[in-house]
């Protein structure tokens, strides 16, 4: 029997469709559900990829008895918190608080005014570790709510008021300068693990966002540690078993501190993220490793996530069913015995392959396999003959059983996809690439956004789901719809980005500039949700703002600069003090501080040095330059689809660059050469 989840679009909350537990998505009925019936709500919130959220599920939910107690007592709502990333980082904020940590899955129970008062992540079946069983916390929180009523709403109320007094204040801060970006690469200094690469210790997360600063550090300062500790990052994970050594792609995180074991499951944010890093690394430095990872993220991210529909399903499982055991485990799909790879490839290559991919006897995983990785001491191995043995062992690891793959498109991750793939088709000559991220693009003009340019956060099977989109959403999209404007030449992908951050000024914005994730006539949460911090992906606030810089830069528009100027005030705060955590704010900045640079490619498009021109232009290292190419654009709007492309005249009928920034042009040119030297070096 299905519960009331059966015809929900998130596979999330699909998997809990059959439970005996009585179901509700998050909604208003629920909560009214709850105050008819007087009894509190168990809320929990995970994600379709999340190991820890399946092991709760197969323990608790779908238990008769725990099942049982949990209707009778409890109404129960499971939210994805993909799906609604608001009210995940609502309540994450309170378990936070008021745990000092927190992660999924999580369990909040609430009063029907969707007050908080009792907080947890994993609950196990028995007592384990010093954490009380599931049932015990069930049967706990149902004695207070009966036997101490006042208590409880006393206790909710006032967690209620001190998240309400966590208000941000950073609009008046300003905007960061050279000094702030450089206290922020100190700070990162401090940190960086020059043994290993990255950042801290384990867990280890990569840094996509803070290696995109210290590349754009580099181009605007020609500081060479900051490319450093860039490049050797980026070396350490694409050796490590982070990195899928044969099918592309990077996994969640490192549980070392060395890159080798992760943790399996593999997002589009990180991929889309760490595609454009190495792409954009190989652009800085003509590293072949850097070209060779960027292509292969890229060609998994088309291969394993892109959905029927042309965009790009959310994750893969970390989850698979062991082929030898016929129990699902993390890892089972990616990970090897000697005598595995023997068995696929014969004594021989399965011994070159063994000491290529360090692959021991021990093993460097569970149960004596291990995780492929590319030891620095490892044989030099002929180019040819390892990918030949990469193909077959490829093959042979396409007939285990897959990990399941979450279907549904996330419109902020799929802007991050659209970016990293358009550029990359550009870089490599590659325009299959560039078609993928088109059809992207398409497809969430189509199915995610309605007549006002209003986005929904998710579709499934293109069916646009019920969620409004978030912040993160208009930033991300419309930084997606930008690089693909860059690329192709293509006006229209210009205008759609203009809709998009005029709605971030109209329906996010505060009064002193900051922003908020939700928009003003959103859903109203016990608190309106506002968090400028970058972890895994962007955050809306910092998304919205490089997005609202690049867009003024195209048109000339002083309103939408002077917004991303405030929102920037968030790394004047923070840049200095925790630099990891506001990266894409800070790549921002240095896109702010750099101008950022206007490029205009001006010619006729059969004209083949017309191509080699924009091609330089998009190799340009300047921080956060805009390009657009195409004819040129005549007073009367007529000609080119860009702004930038405005009464731009061919010198000698040739196609010519012009390149400007902070309201001064550099001599219009003809020569690539001379464009490259004018948008920072650039190799071949």
């Not at 690394?281 to 960027?294: E, F, I, N, P, Q």
């Amino acid at each position: 029997m299905s519960n009331r989840l059966a015809n929900e679009t998130s596979p999330y909350l699909l998997q809990h469709a059959d439970n005996p537990v009585d179901w509700w998505p998050w909604s208003p009925e629920a909560f009214a559900e709850a105050r008819e019936r007087g009894v509190p709500v168990m809320l929990s919130v995970g994600y379709s990829s999340c190991h820890w959220c399946h092991v709760m599920a197969h323990e608790s939910f779908e238990d008769e008895l725990a099942a049982a107690y949990m209707n009778e007592h409890f109404v129960n709502i499971k939210v994805d918190r993909e799906e609604r990333p608001d009210v995940d980082a609502v309540y994450m904020e309170a378990v936070q608080a008021a745990t000092g940590q927190g992660g999924w899955p999580m369990t909040v129970f609430l009063t029907p005014d969707a007050e908080p008062f009792y907080f947890g992540t994993y609950f196990p079946p028995e007592p384990r570790h010093g954490m009380p069983s599931f049932m015990q916390v069930l049967e706990g929180v149902r004695t207070a709510w009966v036997g101490r009523p006042e208590e409880v709403t006393e206790v909710a109320q006032r967690i209620v008021r001190d998240l309400a007094g966590r208000q941000l204040d950073y609009g008046k801060a300003g905007a960061p300068g050279a000094e702030e970006l450089a206290q922020a690469l100190l700070g990162l200094t401090r940190e960086y693990d020059a043994v290993r690469g990255g950042f801290g210790g384990a867990p280890k997360f990569p840094p996509s966002m803070v290696l995109e600063f210290l590349l754009r550090h580099h181009a605007r300062t020609g500081g060479e540690g900051a490319l450093q500790m860039a490049a050797d990052t980026c070396e350490a994970m694409a050796r490590g078993g982070i990195y899928d050594q044969l099918g592309g792609g990077f996994a969640r995180y490192s549980v070392d501190r060395e890159w080798v074991v992760p943790h399996f499951e593999k997002m589009l944010y990180d991929n889309a993220l760490l595609c454009r890093v190495y792409a954009h690394l190989w652009r800085a430095t003509g590293s072949d490793l850097a070209r060779r990872v960027a292509l292969e993220t890229a060609d998994f991210m088309v291969r394993e996530l892109r959905t029927a529909e042309g965009g790009f399903a959310s994750a893969l499982d970390a989850d698979s069913e062991d082929p030898l055991t016929g129990k699902h485990a993390e890892g089972a799909y990616y990970a090897w015995t000697p005598a595995q790879l023997a068995e696929v490839l014969g004594e021989d290559d399965g011994a070159l392959a063994a000491a290529y991919f360090g692959v021991t006897q021990e093993g460097t995983f569970e149960h004596g396999a291990s995780v492929l990785q590319l030891p620095q001491d490892g044989p030099v191995v002929d180019a040819g003959m390892i990918a030949g043995i990469r193909e077959r062992l490829l093959a042979a690891r396409a007939g285990r059983p897959a990990p399941g793959r979450d279907d549904k498109v996330v419109a902020a991750w799929n802007g991050l996809a659209i970016a990293a793939l358009a550029e990359c088709g550009a870089y490599f000559d590659r325009p299959d690439l560039v078609e993928r991220a088109t059809e992207a693009a398409d497809l969430l003009v189509r199915v995610h956004m309605d007549g006002r340019a209003r986005l929904a956060r998710t579709s499934k099977g293109g069916r646009v789901g019920a969620n409004a989109g978030v912040l993160e959403d208009y930033g991300d999209v419309a930084e997606g719809f930008l690089a693909l404007a860059a690329v192709t030449g293509e006006g229209v992908w210009l205008e759609f980005a203009g809709f998009l951050v005029d709605l971030v000024l109209d329906r996010f914005t505060a009064e002193d500039g900051s922003l908020y994730d939700t928009a003003h006539d959103a859903e109203q949460l016990i608190r309106r949700p506002q968090d400028p911090t970058d972890t895994a992906a962007p955050s809306g606030w910092t998304a919205a703002a490089g997005a609202l810089l690049s867009y003024a830069a195209h048109t000339g528009s002083q309103a939408h600069r002077t917004a991303a100027e405030r929102a920037l005030g968030v790394v004047h705060a923070l840049g200095p003090r925790v630099p990891r955590y506001i990266g894409h704010g800070l790549a921002v900045a240095e896109a702010l501080l750099d101008g950022p640079r206007e490029v205009a490619v001006v010619g006729h498009p059969e004209d083949p040095a017309l191509a080699g021109l924009h091609r330089t232009a998009l190799l340009g290292t300047a921080p956060g330059a805009v390009v657009a190419v195409g004819l040129p654009r005549a007073a009367d709007g007529s000609g080119g689809e860009f702004p930038l492309l405005a009464e731009r005249t061919l010198v000698h009928d040739l196609p010519t660059a012009y390149v400007c920034r902070h309201f001064v042009c550099a001599r219009p040119t003809t020569d690539p050469v001379e464009l490259a030297e004018q948008l920072g070096a650039v190799h071949p």
